[in-house]
């Protein structure tokens, strides 16, 4: 819950789907490196210390990918599986920052500069009600929603190719495009970490 001095609002947790594997073609005579649109790329290898309290340190060797970093060894990986790198918000989108939504919606005026100062929340998703002092209510669901290859496999839900770069994210979903509403017909909003669309669901 948060209020500003002409808004007040709340969000409950809508766990969209932020990020996405892709596997990488590698060959073992090409350490570090990875085949992307027709040629070989080497990724940033670099090497990071974790200080253990009471404990010797923990060396990590990261390798970073146009996708994001290598997690094979995360990733449940099974015999003769490619290697996969992770895409996922809020890390990949390293120009923008949920916190400039944030400062924008304690200046929000009303629910429609309320409602436009939501496009910058990007991670985590929430589905967001919201209401001014005229009485006006509105509700969005506030994300940075990656927008999917069209041959992504399983709609998203299986790791992607990462050989192309047809197979990518193809950019953000439009925020006017993102499930919302203002002023409905019952007079009334609410949510409890629901879906923002479905059987169960209308708006009007």
């Known amino acids: ?5 002409d808004v007040a609002w709340g969000v409950t947790a809508l766990g969209a789907d932020q990020a996405d594997l892709f596997r990488l073609q590698t060959d073992e005579a ?7 649109d027709g040629e070989w790329r080497e990724m940033d ?11 010797a340190d923990v060396e990590l060797v990261v390798r970073e990918t146009r996708f994001g970093p290598v997690v094979t060894p995360f990733a449940f990986a099974q015999e003769g599986e490619p ?3 992770l895409k996922r918000l809020p890390v990949w989108e ?6 400039q939504g944030a400062l924008a919606m304690l200046r929000a005026t009303d629910v429609g500069t309320f409602d436009l100062a ?5 991670f985590p998703s929430v589905n967001a009600v919201f209401g001014d002092r005229e009485g006006n209510i ?3 669901t506030a994300l940075a929603l990656p927008l999917r290859s069209p041959q992504a496999p399983q709609l998203g839900r299986a790791a992607h190719d990462g050989s192309a770069g047809e197979f990518d994210w193809q950019g953000m979903v439009p925020h ?5 509403v203002q002023n409905p017909q019952q007079g009334y909003l609410y949510s409890g970490n629901h879906r923002p669309i479905g059987s169960s669901t209308k708006f009007r």
């Open 138 to 140: 509105g509700y969005r």
């Open 176 to 180: 006017a495009l993102l499930p919302h």
């Open 45 to 55: 290898v670099r090497r990071e210390t974790i200080k253990v309290k009471g404990g």
């Open 83 to 85: 290697e996969v790198a």
């Open 1 to 5: 819950i948060g209020f500003s001095r």
């Open 30 to 36: 090409r350490p570090d490196e990875y085949f992307f």
């Open 94 to 99: 390293e120009d923008r920052d949920t916190i």
């Open 118 to 122: 939501l496009e910058g929340w990007r």
